[in-house]
């Protein structure tokens, strides 16, 4: 895969990047995370794992690696995989507002408590930059929401800019069913006389559809666009086996066998062709996983077979 430019941050991804979400924890929200983990919770050996995630990723052309304060040991485990393997031509996203809760348990009450706070940004912004340093060049507001006050808070929002000015790229991840109220908010938000986000990164699938013309805007207007959850946390592999989820299943089927890949590709494909995408990110854990998502970025729908796909949004 080649790298290009993101949005007018200066920094170069490719159409694919690797999310550590369900790498850095061990109790996650995609469908068979148990089964990715093989039920062996121990930072050793998911330290294991995600290197060998990272290897398979690299491996593949991926050179945007997306991390934030709340995945666990996601941080350190990158962290630990840089300084092993010296890759040096990578683009690193982390995230802040949210803090790991549950203290490496599977089941927990609560994984992970947000705070959009001024001190929970001092806070974390120091320690990604200890695991981090350098390489850190993308720092997201993580799941900013109307209700979390965030985007008028000017606290936040000037230290952000400061961080700005000292070189830190800043994003904002979105979340909910107000995500392109947010998106258009934040495109909007000026500090001393520049725009604040150079980024966005938000949910957009073939289910869930509703904040692509927000995010049009957004890439026009020169933010680039980072898109996360591209299978719908599983629902759209084949390790989906709801009843509900057979027709979208069998349509997917259809496009998979004809490409000669597996319905996953389909679905990130069907991303990649959105012409205001910079960046998909692959959430998977197992390198074949890894692989198959990647096939994506070779494939060519026709505008037909788009227009199907569109049907499939809930």
């Excluded at 800043?170 to 909910?176: D, F, H, R």
């Excluded at 869930?208 to 759209?236: D, F, M, P, Y």
């Amino acid at each position: 895969m080649n790298a290009f430019a993101l949005g007018r941050t200066g920094l170069r991804v490719t159409p694919f990047g690797l999310g550590l979400a369900a790498l850095g924890r061990p109790g996650y929200i995609n469908l068979g995370h148990h089964q990715d983990l093989e039920a062996d919770y121990s930072a050793e050996a998911m330290e294991a794992r995600a290197h060998a995630a990272l290897d398979a990723a690299w491996d593949h052309g991926v050179r945007y690696f997306d991390v934030a304060r709340s995945y666990g040991k996601a941080e350190a485990f990158l962290a630990s995989w840089l300084q092993s393997r010296r890759h040096t031509a990578q683009t690193i996203g982390s995230k802040w507002g949210y803090s790991y809760t549950a203290d490496w348990q599977v089941q927990a009450e609560a994984h992970e408590v947000k705070q959009h706070s001024l001190e929970v940004l001092n806070r974390q912004i120091e320690e990604s930059r200890e695991l981090l340093g350098s390489h850190l060049r993308l720092y997201q507001i993580h799941s900013a929401t109307l209700e979390s006050g965030v985007l008028e808070n000017m606290a936040v929002l000037n230290r952000l800019a400061k961080l700005k000015a000292a070189g830190l790229r800043i994003g904002l991840s979105v979340s909910g069913p107000q995500q392109s109220d947010v998106i258009r908010r934040a495109v909007s938000l000026v500090i001393d006389g520049h725009n604040l986000f150079d980024t966005c990164q938000a949910t957009w699938n073939l289910l869930e559809r509703s904040a692509g013309e927000a995010l049009r805007e957004a890439h026009q207007a020169g933010l680039g666009i980072i898109i996360k959850e591209g299978v719908a946390n599983g629902r759209l592999t084949e390790r989906n086996r709801s009843p509900a989820f057979a027709e979208v299943k069998r349509t997917l089927q259809v496009l998979a066998d004809c490409h000669e890949v597996t319905i996953d590709a389909i679905a990130l494909a069907s991303i990649v062709a959105q012409p205001w995408v910079d960046t998909v990110l692959s959430g998977a854990v197992q390198k074949e996983h890894i692989k198959a998502n990647i096939k994506a970025s070779a494939l060519s729908l026709s505008k037909d077979q788009l227009d199907q796909l569109e049907s499939l949004a809930e």
